[in-house]
């Protein structure tokens, strides 16, 4: 992997250290480039009309669905790829289109962020049980509290494959497996582990894949919802481009994404999506992987090694599979806002602070002000790891 070459097309980066990708990733020329190019060359829209501009859009607009489809593996005719805005659009699209019933089971976990949460806990009016996995302190939930849960007829089991407050990884594999012997359909939140890892639905088995494209080199406004061909799932919108017929008193869904779609879509968004899939594609998924496991890394050991650091999420220590890049920590007399933007003042760095859309896990974890995050994406270096363990050593000293 070629990382000044990659830097390159990242003009900003000359400018600041961004760790902060976990909440949204910066995006590269080539994919601003696409994005241009459909409001210069052939802005038109998608799915209705016949000239030669809204041919390309929609031809290029398709294409990119497919692109994403064959990301995840879920390409060929396996299911269905739909564009959304974002990861939380995609879950809610599953938990409305659903249709519950009194006494019907959804299993949850307390390391999800707000998107995988509260559209289930909403469910909770409709009679439906919600169960929610406590994880221990690193945020690793025991599968076999998995088990337990979804052995009491839990009919869907949503869980994020990579926390996005403590970077742990979940056994969504071993999770899938649980869920076919169960009978329940498996929901896999992917926002932070699509963009950063090979990724395949054939091999986590699972129903339904959300993730934003947003975290993964896109524009703003490209979230995909992928699921399993046979899922019945109402579209969350009736209107304009879904339907194939229509009159007073009914009307007939197009089948494929379109039926999912209504109303004119975010082109551009989905071209540029299609464009960033193309960029990490050529980079190399494992080439991703491999470069954000070496900073990850370098930066736990030395994170571990200063005082008054401390890590939360499996440490340096913690195995290969188990942890993404996201890295959580605190700094001794410093609350969480305090170190970010010291970080920021000393060194241009940005990292996030806070309780990360995740209430309900710092409340479980007693960290009332949360903490900090860096986040580490393709685009990072050795040398911008190195002056964020030396700046935040400086202020460690300091307390
Ligand atoms: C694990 C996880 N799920 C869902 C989301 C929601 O993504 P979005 O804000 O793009 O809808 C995020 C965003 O940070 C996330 O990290």
């Known amino acids: 992997m070629d990382i000044e070459r990659i830097r390159e097309d990242f003009p900003i980066l000359r400018d600041l250290i961004y760790l902060d990708s976990a909440s949204t990733s910066l995006t590269p020329e080539p994919v601003l480039q696409a994005v241009l190019e459909y409001y210069r060359r052939y802005k038109s829209n998608v799915g209705r009309g016949v000239y030669r501009t809204a041919q390309i859009a929609d031809q290029r607009y398709r294409e990119a669905h497919r692109k994403a489809a064959n990301f995840i593996g879920g390409g060929g005719g396996e299911g269905l790829t739909i564009f959304t805005r974002n990861a939380t659009e995609s879950i809610n699209i599953v938990s409305r289109g659903l249709k519950w019933k009194k006494g019907d089971k959804i299993v949850t976990t307390l390391v999800e962020h707000h998107s995988n949460l509260l559209p289930w806990i909403r469910q909770r009016e409709a009679g439906v049980e919600i169960e929610i996995i406590k994880p221990d302190r690193e945020g690793r939930i025991d599968l076999a509290d998995m088990e337990r849960a979804a052995e009491k007829g839990a009919r869907l089991v949503s869980v994020s494959h990579v926390s996005n407050a403590l970077g742990v990884a979940l056994p969504v594999k071993e999770i899938g497996k649980i869920c076919r012997e169960q009978g329940a359909a498996f929901l896999v939140d992917g926002a932070q582990s699509v963009p950063h890892m090979p990724f395949d639905v054939k091999d986590i088995d699972c129903d339904f894949l959300c993730f934003s494209g947003h975290k993964m080199l896109a524009p703003m406004g490209a979230g995909v919802l992928w699921m399993r ?166 202020m460690a000293r300091m307390a």
């Open 229 to 394: 061909s046979g899922e019945e799932i109402e579209p969350l919108l009736t209107g304009g481009g879904m339907v194939q017929d229509a009159d007073e008193g009914s009307y007939e869904i197009k089948k494929g994404y379109e039926g999912y779609e209504a109303g004119t879509p975010d082109i551009s968004a989905g071209i540029g999506l299609g464009s960033a899939l193309d960029y990490l594609r050529n980079v190399g998924m494992d080439e991703v992987r491999s470069h954000e496991e070496r900073l990850t890394n370098r930066l736990l050991e030395g994170l571990e090694g200063i005082n008054g650091v401390h890590v939360y999420g499996p440490g340096a220590a913690g195995g290969k599979e188990e942890r993404s890049g996201v890295v959580s920590f605190g700094v001794e007399g410093f609350l969480p806002h305090e170190v970010a933007l010291m970080l920021d003042q000393a060194s241009g760095i940005c990292v996030r602070s806070g309780h990360h859309c995740c209430i309900p896990l710092m409340k479980h974890l007693g960290l009332k002000y949360g903490t900090v995050r860096a986040s580490i994406y393709l685009y990072n270096t050795a040398t911008e790891i190195d002056k964020l363990l030396s700046t935040l050593e400086k």
